[in-house]
């Protein structure tokens, strides 16, 4: 059983940039593979960001390729999410979620199998 923890959301302006973070236990980080997910109010969550186990693969949803950058430290049992040039658009709840099922990254909530609690990121105009 894996357990993640988020954290690193909060408020920030338009433009502004956060840096989320979310520590894994219970398992070996190393052989799952990780990723990001939102969800805003009466919206469905929707897959961000997923990084490989190893970290040499990536890939990102279209409307924040560019700002949002994913990274992982096996060593620290942690993956981040780099996220730049905030809109009010990006304003959710962040989860980051793992996942073994897939062979190299998977970009849809079915392949992974935990999740953390989420936090809230907030962005004003």
């Known amino acids: 059983q894996v357990q993640l923890v988020e954290s690193g959301g909060g408020q920030v302006q338009a433009g502004g940039s956060l840096r989320l973070s979310c520590a894994a236990s219970?398992?070996?980080?190393?052989?799952?593979?990780m990723g990001w997910f939102r969800q805003a109010p009466g919206k469905e969550r929707e897959f961000l960001a997923t990084i490989s186990r190893s970290g040499s693969s990536t890939s990102y949803r279209d409307s924040v390729k560019g700002r949002f950058t994913i990274g992982r430290d096996n060593a620290k049992n942690t993956v981040y999410l780099q996220m730049n040039s905030l809109k009010p658009e990006d304003t959710a709840v962040y989860y980051c979620a793992a996942g073994r099922i897939s062979q190299l990254i998977a970009t849809h909530a079915r392949n992974y199998d935990y999740w953390g609690q989420g936090t809230q990121v907030t962005v004003s105009s």
């Open positions: 219970g398992g070996t980080f190393s052989r799952y593979y």
